[in-house]
């Protein structure tokens, strides 16, 4: 295996681990209840469309994604 891939499997690693540490905190209890998130209840029906954090969430990954791959060239 290159020695790229083991880097980047490791980067990967490091930031699971942030964003479990950030989950079990407490930090990030915002995130899902955006404005922009849609939340409809009728009945004992629930429909949650998280537009607003799939967004946020697409843009920090592409950014993560660019950076990572800019330190393995």
């Not at 980047?8 to 998130?37: E, H, K, M, Q």
């Not at 629930?46 to 994604?65: E, F, G, H, N």
């Amino acid at each position: 295996m290159e020695r790229g891939v083991g880097a980047a499997i490791i980067a990967i690693g490091i930031g699971l681990v942030l964003v479990g540490l950030l989950v079990s905190t407490g930090a990030l209890n915002w995130f899902g209840r955006l404005p922009g998130d849609l939340r409809f209840e009728r009945g004992s029906t629930r429909v949650y469309l998280p537009i607003t954090s799939a967004i946020i969430a697409s843009v920090v990954l592409t950014v993560v994604i660019n950076v990572i791959s800019r330190f393995l060239r």
